[in-house]
């Protein structure tokens, strides 16, 4: 979730209509500002993908190695 006292950055993105248009429906619905709910998507996105990330790291064990 962005903080208050967080700086906000400006990023020009272009995007086909029909995906804006998706978008903007999608805002309405939640209540949101086109702005915010893209926002409020790559957050959760992003909060996702780093969570499978560290779910594909596999654990080590102590003691656990094999001897050859």
Do not use: C, W, Y
């Not at 020009?12 to 619905?29: D, F, G, H, V, Y």
């Not at 993908?49 to 596999?58: G, I, L, S, W, Y």
């Not at 654990?59 to 050859?68: A, I, L």
């Amino acid at each position: 979730m962005r903080l208050m006292s967080e700086r906000q950055a400006r990023l020009l993105i272009r995007i086909p209509e029909s995906l804006k248009a998706k978008l903007s429906e999608l805002a309405a619905r939640e209540r949101r500002s086109l702005n915010r709910q893209i926002e409020f998507i790559l957050e959760h996105s992003l909060r996702d993908e780093m969570k499978r990330d560290t779910a594909d790291v596999p654990s080590t064990k102590r003691g656990g190695g094999h001897k050859t």
